[in-house]
Structure formats: structure tokens, C-alpha cells
């Protein structure tokens, strides 16, 4: 290895070739550091350094218990505009689909009626959803809206297109209010996304507004953190 780098980047780095070229395929079971240590003549320390860059990096991921392993794609949102999960599924050619885990209608709470600026002795329909991308979970949704903009909609319609049916009564995402943060899964979110209690998860919290400046949906989106990752392009003014 090279001798005009420090030797963990340069293990790093031939590490890091092999992940792009393939020789160390997705999914796959990298080494031991104890192994990789041996393989490049390196202490334990600088092995473990390298593979932790390309932990960091995203590369590589460590499952407790079992070793780190090449990392799999993650589905990648643009925070720009308003995009549909649907499109951005089937823009990276998988087939995105949904299964319903809940329907029914309540009282709102405190922060349902202040997202969706009504009364908490109003109604709200729940829609508690899975979303996948050819059959891998990927989020865990839970859907507000005031039951009065919903009443009189074909239950089995709203179950199966929510969103096309609220654009045909007339609601439109003009603008949406979006709030990211890292989360752990909890027993019941790990049991729907097919991951392990406290597995990383980010989490979406989102309020979606009409051109009247209405709010009308109120979104708590859980995404697996490692198949699902936001990007944002930022410029300057």
C-alpha cells in the first residue's frame, strides 16, 4: 500500500474498490477485521479504522451479531417539490405498492387538531399503511385528515386511493411542511418493516396545506434507515 497516505486510508480505499467494483457484491459478508488485519498486514486498530470509514460512508453495515456486510442500495428522495412515494418508486424502475393496517375514524388529539387547525372534539380518519418497493418495507405511514372533508367518499376508494381521491373533491398539495429526525424502531413499527426492535429509522412528519393555506393531511412516516435515505441539494442565495 501506499506509503504517501495514512495506511487506514489506504486500506480504506482498496477496501472501497471492491464494493464498487463489485468483487465484494451487495448483501454480502465482508471479512473480519481480525482477517482483513492479516490480508493487509495492518494492526487490528487500522483494519477496524478503515471499515468504520466506510461505515460511515454508508457502504458498508454492521448488524449486530452477525459481522458488516456490503451495504444494499437505499431508495433515495429529492427534498425538492413535492414528490409522490409512488413516483419515486417506480423513477428507480421498482414496483411500489401498499398494504392497509388500519381505517377508522376518532377524536383527534392535541397535535392532530393543532397540525390540522381544528377542533379536538372533531373526527379525524386514520390510515395506518406499509409502503414497499418490490416487496421490501420501507415505511410504516400514518395518515390524518378531518373527517368532514372525507365524509361521503367510498370507504374502499379513500382505502385505495387516498390521494386521488381527495384531488377529486378538490384538494390539491399546494405546499407541504416537512420535519425529519432520527428515530429507533419501536416493537410494533420493527414488526410491520420486517426489521429488528430499535433498528435506526427516520422519521417524516409532514402537514400538507391546499391553495387556500388549508391544512388537510396530517403524515407520520417511519422509513427503515437502511433502505431509505433523503437527499438535499442546497444553493446559495
Known amino acids: 500500500?501506499?506509503?504517501?497516505?495514512p495506511v487506514y486510508i489506504a486500506m480504506h480505499n482498496e477496501l472501497r474498490q471492491k464494493v464498487l467494483s463489485k468483487e465484494w457484491e451487495k448483501g454480502k459478508k465482508i471479512p473480519s477485521e481480525r482477517?482483513?488485519?492479516?490480508?493487509f498486514n495492518v494492526s487490528r486498530m487500522t483494519a477496524r479504522q478503515a471499515v468504520s470509514s466506510l461505515v460511515e460512508e454508508g457502504l458498508l453495515e454492521r448488524k449486530q451479531g452477525a459481522g458488516t456486510f456490503v451495504a444494499s442500495d437505499k431508495i433515495r428522495e429529492k427534498l425538492s417539490g413535492i414528490p409522490s412515494f409512488t413516483e419515486t418508486i417506480e423513477k428507480l424502475g421498482k414496483n411500489p405498492s401498499s398494504?392497509?393496517?388500519?381505517?377508522?375514524i376518532k377524536h383527534a388529539s392535541e397535535s392532530?387538531?393543532?397540525?390540522?387547525?381544528?377542533r379536538q372534539d372533531e373526527e379525524v380518519l386514520i390510515m395506518e399503511r406499509i409502503r414497499y418497493a418490490d416487496d421490501t418495507p420501507l415505511c410504516f405511514e400514518v395518515a390524518t385528515i378531518p373527517y368532514h372533508i372525507v365524509n361521503g367518499i367510498d370507504k374502499e376508494d379513500l382505502k385505495q386511493h387516498l390521494y386521488q381521491s381527495l384531488a377529486d373533491?378538490?384538494?390539491?398539495?399546494a405546499r407541504a411542511e416537512q420535519v425529519i429526525s432520527a428515530t429507533w424502531a419501536s416493537e410494533y413499527v420493527a414488526d410491520m418493516l420486517k426489521v429488528k426492535r430499535e433498528s435506526p429509522i427516520l422519521r417524516l412528519k409532514q402537514v400538507s396545506y391546499t391553495q387556500e393555506e388549508t391544512p388537510f393531511e396530517y403524515v407520520r412516516a417511519q422509513?427503515?434507515?437502511?433502505?431509505?435515505?433523503f437527499f438535499i441539494e442546497a444553493k446559495s442565495n
Not at 1 to 5: A, H
Not at 35 to 39: D, G, S
Not at 99 to 104: E, I
Open 1 to 5: 500500500m501506499s506509503k504517501k497516505v
Open 99 to 104: 398494504k392497509l393496517v388500519s381505517f377508522y
Open 223 to 229: 422509513y427503515v434507515g437502511t433502505r431509505y435515505e
Open 169 to 173: 373533491i378538490g384538494y390539491h398539495v
Open 35 to 39: 482477517m482483513l488485519a492479516t490480508e
Open 112 to 118: 392532530e387538531a393543532e397540525k390540522l387547525q381544528i
